[in-house]
């Protein structure tokens, strides 16, 4: 067995082996139909903070629901977008008007 577990591909062992990668769960790159062999940081970073804003107060099930909701509610992506591009782009305003909010709190 653990032969075996040589001749595969890092990116092949760590799915078998682990519920997530890089802080982000499985769950969420089968969600968005990514492998994760050949994605790029830039995008796990992106999905990293999906996955945050997801996650945050709920299991798996509940987030990935959210993360499905989402997607709904904005639509489909533009022509060369892909669909967490749109979703990371709300996650960071979302964060962003979040934190506006609690400044401006502070101030009254």
Avoid: H
């Avoid at 994605?39 to 099930?61: H, R």
């Avoid at 892909?82 to 979302?94: A, G, L, P």
């Amino acid at each position: 067995m653990e032969i075996d577990r040589l001749n595969k591909p890092i990116a092949e062992v760590l799915e078998t082996e682990k519920e997530s990668y890089k802080d982000v769960p499985k769950d969420v790159y089968k969600f968005f139909k990514t492998n994760i062999g050949t994605i790029k940081n830039v995008e796990i970073k992106k999905l990293q903070k999906i996955a945050k804003w997801a996650f945050d107060d709920t299991d798996l099930e509940e987030g990935i629901k959210k993360i499905r909701e989402l997607e709904i509610r904005l639509g489909s992506p533009s022509k060369g977008e892909e669909k967490w591009d749109r979703m990371y782009n709300f996650v960071q305003i979302s964060k962003d008007i979040r934190e506006l909010k609690k400044k401006q709190k502070a101030l009254i």
